[in-house]
Structure formats: C-alpha cells, structure tokens
Nanobody, 128 residues
Framework: VQLQASGGGLVQSGGSLRLSCIASGVTLGDYAIGWFRQVPGKSREGVSCTSASDSSVWYTDSVKGRFSVSRDNAKKTVYLQMNSLKPEDTAVYYC??????????????????????WGQGTQVTVSS
C-alpha cells in the first residue's frame, strides 16, 4: 500500500495550490482520507477528512472556506484544493488513509492513530 502526495510548492500569499494524493495497492473507495500538515517543532495537525461511505467532509476551522477536498475513486486520487493561501499555511502536507472511519464530521475524524497508511508529504510554502 502506498500513498503519494504531490503538488506542493512555493506560492505567494493569496495564491492557490492543488495537492494530490494518489493511492496504490488499495481500493480508495474503502478508505476515509485525511489531510494533515506539520511544521517543524509542532505536532501534526489534521486539516481535512473525506469519508469513504457518505461523502461527509470535515475541515479544521482555520481552512474552512479556503480549502476544499474532493476524491476520484476511479483514479485513486484525492485532491486538496487550497485557495487564499496564507503564510501560516506553510507546512509539510501529508495524506493518510483510514479504513475504519465511516464519517468525517468532527475533529475526531483526524485522530492520527486511526490512520493506517501515510504518504511521504509535500512541502507547501506561502510567502508574504
């Protein structure tokens, strides 16, 4: 099982990026997919979750209205569209897969220990 996150880069404040998470070795439709981010010296933070079963989606408050997640199970890809980026969005972004989670509706959707597989991370840098 592999998850590969890509699409990061350097962007100016207010700009946009789209991250992709491509899964191999799994049926993507069986998994909730979480996006997380981490800056040096801080804990990994849950950004969003998209469910496998009921199309529910959860976002952390700091990205609501700016980020949107979508999934294409046939392409085994989940996307994180990030708009109106801010310098505080600078981090390494990770995607992860969770087999057991049925709904993504609260902050409990992004408990790190629930996620079975993790991608390698992609750096997002937002300049001011």
């Amino acid at each position: 099982v592999q998850l590969q996150a890509s699409g990061g880069g350097l962007v100016q404040s207010g700009g946009s990026l789209r991250l992709s998470c491509i899964a191999s070795g799994v049926t993507l439709g069986d998994y909730a997919i979480g996006w997380f981010r981490q800056v040096p010296g801080k804990s990994r933070e849950g950004v969003s979750c998209t469910s496998a079963s009921d199309s529910s989606v959860w976002y952390t408050d700091s990205v609501k209205g700016r980020f949107s997640v979508s999934r294409d199970n046939a392409k085994k890809t989940v996307y994180l569209q990030m708009n109106s980026l801010k310098p505080e969005d600078t981090a390494v972004y990770y995607c992860a897969a969770n087999l057991m989670r049925r709904r993504c509706d609260t902050g409990s959707s992004v408990r790190l220990y629930e996620y079975d597989y993790w991608g390698q991370g992609t750096q997002v840098t937002v300049s001011s």
